[in-house]
């Protein structure tokens, strides 16, 4: 059974910077994507940055050159470094992992609604 479990959330000030850690288990995927999702009140959930089983990774315009998606195979564990943060990224942050065929894009799996797993969620709040 597959397991995601987020941390690292919280409340910080306009400009700070939160880490994001989702730790994964009882995957068995040789070729994946995973990656970091959010939903703030009243709007539709959306992508923020995935990356796959090589280390190819994609950002929403919105975060690119702020956020920082990584992973430690070794640890199953999956990172989202949030620098110069915004009253707009407060939102409910959730991790996701889908098992893909080969030469599937991340964002197609996400344009797909094709991830399966996801974690509880976290939230940040960003105060201005």
């Known amino acids: 059974q597959v397991q995601l479990v987020e941390s690292g959330g919280g409340s910080v000030q306009s400009g700070g910077s939160l880490r994001l850690s989702c730790a994964a288990s009882?995957?068995?995927?040789?070729?994946?994507?995973i990656g970091w999702f959010r939903q703030a009140p009243g709007k539709e959930r959306e992508e923020v940055a995935a990356i796959d089983n090589d280390g190819i990774t994609s950002y929403a315009d919105s975060v690119n050159g702020r956020f920082t998606i990584s992973q430690d195979n070794a640890k199953n564990t999956l990172y989202l470094q949030m620098n110069d943060l915004k009253p707009d990224d407060t939102a409910m942050y959730y991790c996701a992992i889908e098992g893909v065929p080969a030469a599937r894009y991340c964002s197609t799996v996400w344009h797909r609604r094709e991830y399966t797993h996801w974690g509880q969620g976290i939230q940040v709040t960003v105060s201005s």
């Open positions: 009882g995957y068995t995927y040789s070729r994946y994507c």
